[in-house]
Structures are given as C-alpha cells and as structure tokens.
C-alpha cells in the first residue's frame, strides 16, 4: 500500500526532523520558494486536481486563484478543527507526520503570497497541538520558517491557534470568527473568504490533509499525483473507518477504491459475524446508505470517490465511514446525530436552532418508543422544513441521516410506533 | 451620482439606488417582508431567516454577456433551488423577487412555527401585547396551529433584571440579537452578548453596573418581542389603552421627539396619567432613538407630588397682588428665567418687561449664546448628513453625559468619514470615536482653541472642511469662560469659507431645552447677578437660584418683593412672597428651539393640573392687569406675533411646524417588526429659524483662574443623571444619581491627601463647607477637583477649594 | 492577577496576532489553568487586556466546550459517547465507569478529584471506548479503555493526590 500522508507507518520517528529531512524533506518546499513562481504553483496545484478533503472536495488550486492581487496581506489558514463525528484522520498525519504538514501548509502560503499562516487545531486535540508549536519552532530554528528562507526574499510564519471544543467552528467562517477572538457562529456569504476574511483580507482556508499532499505534488508534479485516484477525484485520500468493523483506523487509499476493498479487504469485515446493514460515508452529516442482500454487491462495488458515492444518495464528504451492522436500528442511530447536531448548533439561525431542538425531542421520543401517531412523518417534515433555510450547512446536515433513515429504513420506524 | 437598479418585486417595478437591500426596496413600494433580525439602523446579519424570499436572476450568456431570451422575448430567469433571505441581498438588475408566493409564504410560516417551539406564547400577560411583532407577523404569517408539543418547550428564567432600568425575560427571546448589535454598532457600548449557544443561547451582561449604558431603553424598542421591557412601563398599562401625545423632551437642549402615552386610570381619580414616553422619529434630530434620561425622567417630575397649584380665587388673587407689586416698581423689576420656558412663555415675558421698561435675564452659567444665533445652524442643518470632508469641533463638553443622542450622532458621523475633534480636559466616552483628541489643562480652553488653525494636520481639516460644525460645552467654565469660549469657537467660523454655509454653524451644548430660544429673542445671562438683584423687585420663572448658591438666595432675601411662577415646589419658591403655579410642559401646548435651532412643537397630553396655568397665559393675566395687552388665550396666536415680530421667527407658524415629509427608514404604523415600537412622526418635524445678524462684538475680560501650590482648582462639570428638579423626582434613577453624586479626583492626589475611593471628604467652598463623597478618575490632572453641578456644592465658576477628608471618615 | 502570574505566556500570545481580540482564547485557557475554571475577576482583566468590554469575553467563554464558568473536580474525565464510540459500547462503558465510581454523568466525587462528563466525538474513534481527563488548559488521552483500566487510572490519581 503507498502512502503519501501516512509516510510515518513506513518510515520510523519521521516525526523527527532529522529523519525527515533524510527522507526529503523540505526540498519541495525549497523547490517551490526557489523555482517556482507563485503563479506557477496555483496553475500546478490546478492541474493536479487536488479537492479539498476537509469535506466539501472543492477543487484546491481553483480556490486559490479566487485572492484578489490588489487587497493585501494575504492570509492561509489551515482548518485542522477535525470534529465530524467519525473523522480522525488530520489528527494522524499531524501526530505522524506533522513536518509534511507543515511543509504543506508553508507551500501554500508561498503560493498565495501570505507571509503569515494560522493552524487552528481544535481544542480536544491539546497535545498535538503541542507538538506542531515544536515542530514549528524547530523549523525556524533550522530555517525552514522565517525571513529569507532559502537565501530569497521570502518571509514565511506559521502560528498556531488552538479552539476550545465547537464542531461549528470546522465551518470555515466560524473558524475566521473564532480565530478572531469571538463566537464561533458562522459569517454571511458573500463575501467569500477568499476575498473578505481573516482580519477582513484575503484567506485561503483548507483541510490539513488536503495540505499534506502538496509537498507530493510539488516533488512529482501534476502528473505524478494523478497516477492515483479517478479522473475526477484524483490522488490518495486517507478514509476513517469507525463502527462495526473489524480493524477500524485510517486507510490511505486511491480515490475511487471500492467500498469492498476498504471494508473486507483492508477493515477485516463486520465482527461477530453481523452483516452490514448501514453506511454514513462522510460521518454524522451523511445521508445513510442501506445495505441489504439486494443492494449488497451494488454497494460495496461503488467506487470512493465524489460522485459515485453521490450516485448512492450520499456523499463521500470528508471519507469519515462509519460502518453500522444489523443489530441497530436507525431511530437509535439518528438520535445520536440529531443529539450530536442539537449541541453544536451555534444558534444563530432559527430553522437550526430549534430545529435540531425539535427534532431531538422527536428522535427521543420515537427511540424510547413514546412516539405518537403520525411523529415519523412530523420528524420527516420538520427535517425538511430545517433544510436549505440556514445560514450555513449544519443545519442541513443535520438533517442528512434523519430524512435517509426514515425513507430507507421504514421498518425500523414502523417497529417503535406500534409500540 | 449612485446607480439606479430595476427590478420587480411580486410584479410591482421597483427602482431603486444600487446597494439596496431587496427587503428595503420592498418596504419602498409598501410590500411587507416579515422581518426579525434585520433593522433598517443596523447591518444586515441573515440571523432568523424570517425574510424568504423566491429570487430569479437573468441569465446571461457566457460568450456574448447579454441576457438569455425566452420565445415571448422576455430575459430568462433562474430560480436558486433555495428561498433566499431578502434581508442580506442586495437589489440586481433584472431581478425578479416573489415574496407572496406558496413555496415563500411556506418558508416564512415554518421559520414562525420554529420560533414559536421555544417561545412560551404568555401574551396574555406580557407587556409587549398588542405591540408586539411576533405576535402581529404569527396573525399574518404565522400557521394556524403548532405541531410541537407545548410541554416540550424550552423553558428558561423569566424577570432577570439586566439593571435598575431594562428586565429581560430569557423565554421570550428569539435571538435575533437587536439588543446586542445596537449596543455594540450604534451605541458603542458592547455591554450585552449572548451566553451559551445552540437553543441554549441567552442575552446575559457582566457590566457593572448591569446593563451600564444611557441608551437601554432603545432595546426595549427594537426587541421583536417581549423579551426586554423597562422597569418604568413593565405590568403598568396594555399598548392598547393608550393614547398618544405628541411632545419634545425637556431635559437637554437636543429636542427629541416623543410620543407620551397617556390613560385615565383609578390612581388619579379617573383622571389621564402619563404611562411612558417613546422616541418618536425626526430623522433630523433624534432618528427613532432617545436617551434613558429623556425616556425615564423625562416626564416624571411633571406628575411629582410637589407639583405647585392654587385654588382658583387665590391664584387670581396672586396675580393681581402680583401685578400690583410689578405696576409700584415699574423699571425696578427684574426678571429672570430659566432655559425651560416655551417660546411664547419668553415672547411674553420680554414684552411685559419692555413695557414696563425693566430688565429681563436669561438664567444660565452658560453665555456667549449671542454668537450661536449670528453663527448657529439654519435651516437644511441635519448632523445626520455629515460625513467625509466634514468636521466636527467639540470644546469643553461631555456630549454622553450632557446630550446623549448628539453623542450617538457624533459618533455616527465619525464612522460615516466626517473628521471629529474632541478637546476636553479630560476623558469623555466619546474620546475612541473621535479622529483627534486634544486634551488641555482647566483654564487653557481658550488658547486651546486659539491655537487649533496652528496644528498642522487639526488646523487643515478644520481649515478645508465642507461643513464646519462646533459644539462648546460648560465643561469646567461659568459664565465669563463660556463666554469668551463661544467667540473664539465663533472666530473659526466667522472667516471660514464654509462659515456662511447653513450646515455648518455654532452649537451651544445648553442645560435646558429652550435656551436658545430664550436667546433668539434676544434674552441674555446677567453678568452679576447678586448685584443686580440686591434690593428690587424680582420675578422669577422657571429657575432656582436660591437652591443653585447660597450667595443668590441671601440677595434674594434683600428683594422688595419676590415673585416666582414654576410648578414644582424649590428654594427659591420657599422663598416667595408670591408664588405663582405653572402648567407642566405636558399640560399645554408651545415650542422649544433646540440648540440646533429647529422650532418644534409640543402638544398637550394631558389636562393642566387644576389650579396651574401655562406661563405664557399667567403672564398674560398679570400684563393685563397692570393695563397691558398680551395674547394669553392661545399659544398658537403668540407664534403668530413672534413670527411677525422677531425675525429668525419669520414665516414660521404652527401650521407649519406641523408639517412632515416622508422619512426613512419607515416605522411605527402597523409594521413594527421592521424598525420596532419607536412611533412615527405625523404631527411635525419642525423648522430650522434663519440666522440673525451679527451681534456687536462685545469685550470680553476673561482670564481663568489658575491653581496655586497649596490649594485646589476646582470646576464644575455636568452629569447625565443629578439631583436637579427635573430627575431627582425619579425613584427608578435614584442608584444613577447616586452613583454620579461625588467630587472627582485624580487617584494619585487624592491619595496624597488620604482620600480613597468611595470614602468622604469635606469641600469649602467661599467658607462654606460641604460634605461630598470622593470619586477617582485618572484622565484628570492633579490640580483640579470635579465638582458636579445640581448635587449641592453650589459652584457656578471656577474656583479655589480646600478639600480634606472629613471627620468622621478619619475617626472611622 | 494573570499578568503576573504568566507574564511570559502573555508575551508571546500577544505577539501571535496583529489584532489584540484574537489573543481571547488563549488568554482563557492561562485563566482557567489559574483556577481550574474562569471566574469573572479574570475575565474583567482579560477584557481590560483586550480593550473589551467583559460582556464580550464572557460571551466567549459561554460558546465554547472546554471553557468552565463553574468549579468541579480537579479532572474532568470527558467520555465520547457519540455514534462511532457507541457503537463501540462507548455507552455501557459510561454506565459501568459512573457505577464503578459511584456518580452520576455531571458530578463529581467527594474528594472533588474527579467529575465525569459525557462528550461529543473526539476524533479517536477508532480507540473505542476512550476519554479524555481535562485539567485546566491540559488535555490527556486515554484510548482503548476498559472499566478496570480506567479504575486503576483513577486510583493513581486519587495516590498522587495524598
Ligand atoms: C458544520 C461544518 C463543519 C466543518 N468541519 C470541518 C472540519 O472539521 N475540518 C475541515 O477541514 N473542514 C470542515 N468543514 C469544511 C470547511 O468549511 C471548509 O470547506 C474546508 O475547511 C475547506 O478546506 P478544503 O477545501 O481543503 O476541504 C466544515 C464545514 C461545515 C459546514
Ligand atoms: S445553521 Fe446552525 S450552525 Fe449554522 S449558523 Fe445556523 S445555527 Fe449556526
Ligand atoms: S434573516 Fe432576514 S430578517 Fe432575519
């Protein structure tokens, strides 16, 4: 298996810079400060067919080209808030690999022409904040940040910003208001960071991973990194496998690997010999596949990547699967999320506010078996009523597995209204 | 020249300027988008997603840029898959916006629905009912029955006093975040926020004290709901039994428009009670807001207790042993009378004192107000307009504390580019909105002045402004200071390019409402006044020198005879040997000039207490009584004569002042989820009077008083809140007054002189000795002491005190 | 009292950001490693700091997880019941953990050691069940647990106390 983010499991304490620096380390970037013409970089990263892996797969170097050249300084701000239930994979490749992350985010700022670049990394993940800020003083130490780096012109800094435990501050205007120093609660767009945002200028926000891979596509340019994944969602892409499965963790695989092969050949299957009943490729936001004998092959041969996954009526997201096998249901699934949602609503538009609100008091009571008649359809219609009425996307998420459980699950609703 | 955008709105063409946002260009055409979080004062947020709206666009082809066709020619319109929020967009050419269709009306009625699953729906027993946005927009917008189950509610703490003035109930709240975005955006006090988050989410305040800003009465205005109401007017009558005055507020001279609310009720006898006073809208003046002191104090006083009043056959008999004494004493009368007469009261007053050939005074320690009639603003003057290119002088003044709303209009026109210079001798909260900040010694105000043209970067913005406006304040001065301050400030306008244009003039920063009235026709301060008053007959109205210094009610004491008209008992009534009850400004009708000098009027709201008269007819009545005609029957005919007598006046009628044109935003009438409770204007946005000519440039000896090594400088500063007639009669203010009611010191001098925060001193002032509390302030410099004005130290100039720590204190 | 206290720490925060506001967040987390939780005498410094009004910091900390307005215990052991970990038996875990140590989700022992909280994921989801022990600004994993494990986590931690 090749791994481009998750070098660290081939390559021993990569972690520290020495054994990075043996193992190549830094050379994209000096190769991009040296060489390369930030414009040269974008058109690369472009060609390359990078999308962002922090969940929307919004091409990379196409959102780079959205910075105006006339409003400066220009801000990168790596979104490293990782907090979709189901999602634990930045938190690998910055514990294993922190200095091609780094290196990765240092590119990017060179690319878009910002000397000064924030990583905000989400509050639980404390100590691995830790280490990035020593990682990131080593680095200056050895001159890999800073001023004049590599003898150029070029004035590089990365400054760390540690959240205190809000999923919405994954979203990334939240993030700009938070690392801003107030709520987290979500701006109106437009306009658009990349025009209006950190400290009111023009900021590129991406996904830790989606960061990672730049040093590959530096080193191998566009062509090399297109070796793997599909036409349209190419390179390698690390999926998290959580749930009801035999060995959950991190795969670093080619977009458009099947559901087969993550789940049996490299998760091990469904333990206790259960059945898959249920998917949530893209964590708690995702509409829920079903998984039954009739749609079993027709599942697992669906290719990983943005569309195919889209063809099954969800999406792939940030490659958060969850694996549910046949001995849970759904009310009790949806609960959760619903559960999940309520509390990191930020509050600030009503249809989310009280809509998770309201639809946690009917997940409840349909879970707990006191629904009354006709709250399957109330539930169903207030998640519709939530829907595409926010001010930004969690509310519509959170609706997700509520409307695909109770379409693609009806027994399992059946079952609590009888009771 | 801004660009004029066409579009339809449910098929009404609209055209309007570029930048509008869709929700306003509806309101333009009277279509109503149901709106919570937006407010036309405040910027957009999208928060409450009531405002749905269906929006097409033109298509526009790729290659050529124009409009994509249909068959019938008409430009092919694209529908996003989403309702949009017609708060946050902005007018495009072309559009196409449907807000009175199924699928947007469906959006607004579940926005609603949702609202209402946490609102506890108790309008039977909340004050808001009847006035209540969400209450009204449910009637129209609302579904007819909710699917969520009453005993799922949200349920949270209700009456959580956010301070003295404003209680929040946690229920009723939506979140729309008004409240906090107008302390934050407008008043600049970000002293509310929200606590928690999610369904969680609260409005909570750290301040101390709670809820500490002068404008927190505006947020029980724009809260959609009866979340915020005010201690003043919460559980004390329904919206709907009220009836509306029409009045201007007494208690500073910027002359926000109101609307008083009255009803009979059993506590006076079946007879009207003012219930409480709301902002009603002049764009010109006060917009739609008004400061806690004009909404809280504003009227109180005129229903105090010790309001004055006389059987009918003893007041005759006042008036004519009144009329008596004024006819034996003839040009030895003086008169003299505060700020807080009408127009017609003053116009009265100079003709009888002119006929009797006596000497009439405006009482005031503010003068120089000649200048701000020859050099004041006139008509088309809106401190709204200004902006860049714009400048704005403030000399000696603490616009928070001495007239709230121009505070928030300064700040205002600072945010909008206009140049704000602020010189004061210490910090005033509206120091981190002015451009520049010049901060002088007490005593330095004139040379300070003199000097700006000198300043490079200051001397050119005052040197090239358009508009040139300056408001001189009383801070720290008396009379002769003022004075010599209002021709300097004068001198900047008088060679000034821009000097001459109507929007630019002098501003003077009165105590009372119609100080510039009184000097428009021609009224002044009495230079000495203990000596001029020594042995005469005096008159006096509308004023309480005796309670004000006791210097003035020992020369009072000296009067031939004493007479004083004013409605509430003072010292200086007590002591009167005639005293003559006055109708409340409530109580009858008139005008005030404000110091901008725009004429507006104020009407009745309730009947004058019995046994009082308006001022202008008791004049009147004495006048003929001693054989002199004057119009006492109504006060619309003084305006007549006034207008035809005093020049600025000419032209000017109460026809006219009653006249209104449209202003914007829109608000009162029925759509009060849009711009909130505050009442619209329909009875008169009054008349800005012309400039008069130039006064005779009078000489002026003024040298301030310095401090010397041993002993202490004292000034007199004013207070928003202090113990003068017209608010110490306000239970609600008592912590606010209290608060204000010391003498302040720099720490590090007070320190010297063992005096601590909080703890108490003795001030002796000419030998008299007062005790006072001791307030520290560190922008201050160590010489002086802040004595606040109307708290008992009567210090009417400058002055050099002796302060120690009192007795008791060092006992303790 | 923070300044100080920390007044290292407080250098080098303020020199992160070119607006002084952002500094909020990590000043936060110096308070609370102060006193274990954020008190209003701290914020009223933080916003004096800042140039805020305290209105603006305490809004701040109400938003957040992991700021604490309220005391509790010394470790605040922060269990992810959310749907990966639950489907791990994240939830058995937690009823058996709070019987084990005989409290309820939300409170906290007698000797005020520890108080135990039911949280949102983690990100660890693939070490079910697991928590974290929050203590001031510290953060500790403790992945793959099981009720014996953890019970002897606990009693380390009452030993070094004594
Ligand atoms: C509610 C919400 C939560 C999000 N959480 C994350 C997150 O934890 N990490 C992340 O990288 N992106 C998250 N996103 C997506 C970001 O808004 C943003 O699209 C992304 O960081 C862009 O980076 P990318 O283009 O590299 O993916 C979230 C979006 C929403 C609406
Ligand atoms: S959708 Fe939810 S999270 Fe997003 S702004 Fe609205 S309330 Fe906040
Ligand atoms: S979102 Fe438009 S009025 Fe609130």
Redesign the pocket.
């Known amino acids: 298996m090749t791994h481009i983010l998750l070098r660290h499991r081939d390559i021993p304490d990569l972690k520290n810079i020495e054994v990075y620096k043996q193992n190549g380390g830094f050379e994209s970037l000096k190769k991009a400060v040296t060489s390369l013409q930030p414009k040269q970089l974008v058109e690369n990263v472009k060609a390359s067919g990078l999308r962002g892996r922090g969940g929307a797969g919004f091409p990379t170097g196409v959102k780079w080209s959205f910075l105006p050249d006339n409003i400066w300084p220009h801000y990168v701000v790596c979104n490293a808030d990782e907090s979709e239930p189901g999602t634990f994979k930045d938190r690998e490749i910055m514990e294993g690999n922190p200095y091609q992350f780094l290196e990765g985010v240092a590119i990017s700022c060179f690319a878009v022409g910002a000397a000064e670049g924030y990583i905000y990394v989400r509050g639980e993940y404390a100590p691995i904040a830790q280490q990035i800020e020593a990682c990131i003083s080593e680095m200056e130490k050895q001159g890999y940040l800073g001023d004049k780096l590599f003898g150029t012109e070029t004035s590089l800094r990365l400054k760390l910003h540690l959240g205190a435990g809000a999923y919405?501050c994954g979203?990334e205007t939240?993030l700009l208001e938070s690392l801003e120093g107030k709520r987290g609660?979500?701006r109106l767009r437009p306009p658009f960071p990349a025009v209006v945002g950190l400290y009111g200028k023009p900021t590129v926000i991406n996904n830790v991973e989606t960061l990672s891979n730049l040093p590959y596509i530096v080193e191998h340019g566009p062509a090399g990194f297109r070796q793997f994944g599909t036409e349209k969602s190419p390179g390698l892409k690390v999926f998290s496998l959580s749930g009801n499965i035999e060995r959950p963790g991190n795969y670093e695989l080619p977009l458009g690997t099947t559901f087969r092969e993550l789940i049996f050949t490299h998760g091990g299957g469904i333990p206790n010999g259960r059945k898959v009943r249920a998917i949530m490729p893209a964590g708690a936001s995702s509409s829920i596949i079903r998984v039954d004998d009739e749609t079993f092959d027709k599942v697992m041969d669906t290719p990983l990547d943005y569309e195919s996954v889209q063809s099954l009526g969800s999406m792939l997201g940030s490659a958060s699967v969850i694996i549910i096998d046949d001995t849970r249901s759904m009310d009790w699934v949806i609960n959760k999320t619903i559960h999940f949602f309520k509390h990191?609503?930020?509050?600030?538009?009503?249809?989310?506010?009280d809509g998770?609100f309201w639809m946690e008091h009917l997940t409840t009571r349909i879970h707990n078996g006191q629904a009354r008649p006709g709250d399957v359809q109330l539930l169903d219609s207030v998640a519709a009523q939530v829907y595409g009425k926010?001010?930004?996307?969690?509310?519509?998420f959170?609706t997700m597995a509520v409307r695909s459980a109770i379409e693609r699950f009806p027994e399992d609703f059946e079952k609590v209204i009888g009771s | 020249m801004t660009k004029i955008i066409n579009l339809k709105i449910n098929g009404k063409s609209v055209s309007v300027p570029e930048g509008t946002l869709v929700v306003n260009a509806a309101k333009m055409v009277g279509i109503d988008i149901p709106v919570f979080c937006y407010h036309p004062k405040m910027e957009p947020v999208g928060?409450c997603r009531q405002c749905l709206v269906e929006i097409g666009r033109p298509m526009i082809d790729r290659a050529s840029g124009q409009p994509v066709l249909e068959e019938n020619g008409q430009p092919k319109l694209l529908f996003g898959p989403k309702l949009e929020t017609s708060c946050t967009t902005p007018v495009s050419e072309g559009m196409f916006v449907i807000s009175d269709s199924e699928k947007a009306h469906a959006g607004q009625k579940e926005i609603l629905e949702m609202l209402l699953t946490s609102h506890p729906l108790d309008c039977p027993i909340c004050d808001k009912g009847g006035e209540c946005p969400l209450q009204n927009l449910t009637m129209r917008f609302g579904p007819k029955e909710s699917h969520f189950l009453f005993n799922e509610k949200h349920h949270n703490e209700k009456n959580v006093p956010l301070g003295d003035l404003i209680v929040l109930d946690r229920e009723r709240c939506i979140q729309c975040a008004r409240c906090i975005r107008f302390q934050d955006a407008l008043a600049g006090q970000a002293v509310l926020g929200f606590y928690q988050r999610?369904r969680d989410t609260d409005i909570v305040t750290y301040s101390d004290p709670g809820f500490d800003s002068i404008f927190s009465g505006n947020t029980t205005d724009i809260c959609p709901v009866g979340a915020l109401t005010t201690t003043d007017f919460r559980f004390k009558a329904r919206p709907w039994e009220l009836n509306q005055a029409a009045s201007i507020c007494s208690q500073c001279a910027v002359g926000c428009n109101t609307t008083l609310n009255v009803r009979r009720e059993a506590s006076s006898g079946g007879g009207y009670v003012i219930k409480r006073a709301m902002p009603r809208q002049n764009e010109q003046v006060n917009e739609i807001w008004m400061c806690d002191k004009g909404r809280f104090a504003g009227y109180h006083y005129t229903q105090a207790q010790s309001r004055l009043h006389l059987a009918d056959d003893a007041l005759e008999a006042a008036l004519s042993l009144a009329a008596a004494k004024l006819s034996a004493a003839g040009a030895e009368t003086v008169f003299l009378a505060g700020g807080r007469l009408a127009n017609e009261d003053f116009y009265n007053l100079k003709q009888l004192a002119a006929k009797l050939g006596a000497k009439a005074y405006l009482y005031t320690q503010h003068g120089g107000g000649g200048y701000t009639s020859a050099y004041g603003l006139s008509a088309g003057s809106n401190l709204g307009d200004l902006g860049p290119g714009d400048t704005v002088l403030v000399v000696a003044s603490d616009l928070y504390n001495e007239a709230p709303l121009w505070h928030l209009r300064l700040k205002a026109a600072a945010e909008r580019g206009a140049t704000v210079l602020l010189a004061n001798a210490r910090a005033t909260k509206l120091d981190e909105f002015a451009t520049f900040v010049i901060r002088y010694a007490y005593g330095d105000e004139i040379e300070t002045v003199r000097a700006l043209l000198g300043k490079e970067k200051i001397g050119e913005t005052i040197k090239n402004a358009n508009r040139l406006v300056i408001f001189y304040g009383s801070d720290g001065l008396g009379l002769a200071g003022t004075t010599a301050l209002a021709e300097a400030c004068a001198d900047l306008l008088k060679e000034h390019p821009a000097g001459q244009a109507s929007a630019s003039g002098l501003v003077g920063v009165w105590s009372t409402p119609n100080q510039q009235g009184a000097l428009e026709m021609g009224f002044g301060p009495c230079p000495d006044l203990a000596a001029e008053i020594t042995g005469k007959t005096v008159y006096i109205l509308a004023a309480d020198p005796a309670g004000d210094d006791p210097a003035l009610a020992e020369a009072l004491k000296t009067a031939k005879a004493l007479i004083v008209q004013d409605i509430l008992e003072t010292e200086t009534t007590k002591l009167a040997n005639i005293v003559l009850p006055a109708a409340a400004y409530t109580e009858r009708e008139g005008t005030y000039t404000n110091a901008e000098r725009r004429v507006q009027r104020f009407y009745p709201a309730i009947p004058a207490r019995p046994g009082t008269k308006p001022d202008f007819t008791l004049l009147a009545e004495i006048a003929q009584k001693c054989a002199i005609e004057l119009e006492g029957r109504s006060a619309l005919l003084v305006m007549n004569q006034i207008a035809a007598a005093q020049p600025a006046f000419s032209g000017i009628s109460y026809a006219k002042l009653a006249e209104v044109t449209a202003q914007w935003p829109i608000i009162g009438r029925s759509d009060m989820y849009y711009g909130g409770t505050g009442y619209q204007n329909k009875q008169g946005l009054g008349l800005t009077l012309a400039r008069t000519e130039k006064p005779a440039p009078v000489e002026i000896q003024y040298s301030a008083l310095r401090a010397k090594e041993d002993e202490w400088f004292a000034v007199p500063i004013t207070k928003l809140y202090d113990n003068g007639n017209t608010v110490a009669p306000v239970e609600l203010l008592k912590g606010h007054i209290e608060r204000f009611n010391g003498i302040v010191l720099n720490p590090a001098t007070a320190f010297k002189f063992g005096l601590e925060n909080g703890g108490q001193a003795e001030v002796s002032l000419n030998g008299v000795s007062y005790p006072a509390k001791v307030l520290l302030d560190e922008s201050i410099s160590t010489a002086v002491v802040l004595i606040p004005r109307s708290f008992g130290i009567p210090i009417r100039e400058p002055a050099a005190v002796r302060v120690t720590a009192s007795k008791k204190a060092q006992e303790a | 009292m923070l300044a100080e206290k920390y007044p290292e720490e407080i250098k080098a925060i303020f020199a992160k950001y070119p607006v002084k506001r952002s500094a909020v967040m990590p000043l936060l987390y110096l308070a609370q490693r102060a006193q274990g939780y954020i008190q209003k005498d701290s914020m009223q410094e933080i916003a004096q700091m800042l140039e805020l009004d305290v209105t603006e910091v305490a809004a701040v900390v109400g938003f957040y997880n992991m700021y604490h307005d309220e005391k509790a215990g010394k470790y605040r052991m922060q269990v992810c019941t959310d749907l990966p970990c639950a489907l791990r038996g994240a939830d058995e875990f937690l009823a058996q953990l709070c019987e084990q140590i005989g409290i309820k989700v939300g409170e906290t022992t007698p000797d005020g050691l520890i108080t135990i909280e039911e949280v949102k994921c983690l990100g660890g989801c693939n070490h079910a069940p697991l928590f974290q022990i929050q203590e001031g600004d510290q953060v500790a994993f403790h992945e793959n647990m099981t009720v014996d494990k953890t019970m002897e986590l606990v009693a380390a931690l009452r030993k070094a106390q004594e």
């Open positions: 919405i979203e939240a609660m979500p990191e609503s930020c509050g600030k538009c009503t249809p989310c506010r998770t926010c001010l930004c996307a969690l509310g519509d959170s | 928060m999610g």
